[in-house]
């Protein structure tokens, strides 16, 4: 099974930009069906921020949509999240983790430990 490691996560200002990474302790990010990163804030549940396929395509929440973007990088094994244009909104814990499509629905496999992301106004 992949071992997820978050990082990235901090205090940022409305407005500001955080890169959260994800690294893959075993096998390649580009081998894994779906990797995706989820949030929780405090009294909400997860959600699905964004996610990629192994064949590189994407998908993003309406709420963050220009705003985020996931990508991989092969040498380094990891899957980041660049997230700029931070709102309040985007306050939670940011979790990684692998996934896989199941009548429509993109089930979660593992997870990370989270990261936790907080943006003041």
């Known amino acids: 099974q992949v071992q997820l490691v978050e990082s990235g996560g901090g205090l940022v200002q409305a407005g500001g930009s955080l890169r959260l990474s994800c690294a893959a302790s075993?096998?390649?990010?580009?081998?894994?069906?779906?990797l995706g990163w989820y949030r929780q804030a405090p009294g909400k549940q997860r959600e699905l921020v964004a996610s990629?396929?192994?064949?590189?395509?994407?998908t993003y929440r309406d709420s963050v949509k220009g705003r985020f973007t996931i990508s991989r990088d092969y040498a380094k094994n990891t899957v980041y999240l660049q997230m700029n244009s931070l709102k309040p909104d985007d306050t939670g814990v940011y979790y990684c983790?692998?996934?896989?499509?199941?009548?429509?629905?993109?089930?979660?496999?593992?997870w990370g430990q989270g990261t936790q992301v907080t943006v003041s106004s």
């Open positions: 075993s096998g390649s990010v580009f081998s894994i069906d779906v």
């Open positions: 990629i396929s192994k064949y590189g395509s994407t």
């Open positions: 983790a692998t996934a896989h499509w199941s009548r429509g629905t993109l089930d979660p496999d593992s």
